[in-house]
């Protein structure tokens, strides 16, 4: 009983240090962002002595700040929207049918999502260049793809290969179409996948950098490509930057918030 009880205390003391050590960046960040530039560079205080919201002003009403998470925003609404629906009947496929080549395939799609994003960043420019994709939030979300697809489809499979097929001829048995039936009800039997799916194609699209910050000029500058520009003539902006740093990590906070108990149970079935 007392090593039961002393192994609990070491796992408790490991998990508060742990959260410590995990928080600390955030909680920096944020102090940061309610200091003034001259405090920042000044001495270290772990609380800033004269309070100000105006880093998050500059934010909320410089166009060129706030329009970077409209744009990040589009492009990985439309990214998640895409990549799930494609891998959707992907998956299924997968799941389902056995063909020539599938597991050679199928290997061949997560290849896709270990490769750089820099190897792919040169055949997008030149292709988007041509065509006119170049600065639209379509041409981000449509390079995104490459890496989320093959992600989400290995995700998928995993929840559809759980769902037994009987229910599949069930349905048709009883006279449902294909896009009934996976609508109607194989759908709502994987939407603990298809949370875990957009969550996953979520994260990697508003944080990649390389690829947002080529691809586009302008129209639609993603946040984090606007971060790495906050140097002028007075030098860094170190209190803006911290202040778009916490903003910036809101919206993935919210998302973990939504799909959190659809991670858990991804994690439960071993495709997480």
């Not at 995700?155 to 109607?184: Q, V």
């Amino acid at each position: 009983m007392m090593q039961n009880s002393s192994r609990q205390r070491f796992a408790s003391a490991s998990l508060v240090v742990y959260l410590l050590l995990a928080l600390l960046p955030i909680y920096w960040m944020l102090n940061m962002s309610l200091k003034t530039n001259e405090e920042i560079v000044g001495a270290l205080s772990v609380w800033p002595a004269n309070l100000t919201f105006d880093n998050f002003k500059v934010i909320f009403t410089d166009p060129s700040w706030y329009k970077g998470y409209i744009n990040s925003s589009i492009f990985v609404a439309m990214n998640m929207v895409l990549s799930v629906s494609v891998a959707l009947p992907a998956a299924y496929a997968f799941s389902r049918y056995n063909f020539l080549g599938d597991k050679h395939l199928f290997f061949w799609l997560l290849t896709n999502r270990m490769t750089p994003p820099a190897v792919f960043l040169l055949p997008f420019f030149q292709l988007y260049s041509s065509v006119g994709l170049m600065d639209t939030h379509i041409a981000v979300a449509l390079a995104h793809m490459v890496f989320n697809v093959p992600l989400a489809v290995w995700i998928l499979e995993g929840f559809m290969s759980g769902i037994p097929k009987e229910i599949d001829e069930t349905a048709y048995i009883d006279g449902y179409s294909f896009p009934r039936f996976f609508i109607k009800i194989f759908l709502p039997l994987i939407k603990s996948g298809v949370g875990v799916t957009a969550f996953f194609c979520f994260m990697f699209s508003w944080v990649e950098l390389l690829l947002a910050r080529t691809l586009t000029s302008v129209n639609a500058k993603p946040i984090t490509a606007i971060m790495t520009r906050t140097v002028s003539a007075a030098g860094m902006d170190w209190g803006v930057l911290a202040a778009a740093g916490v903003l910036t990590i809101v919206p993935g906070a919210l998302m973990i918030w939504f799909v959190r108990h659809y991670i858990a149970k991804g994690f439960a079935m071993g495709r997480v």
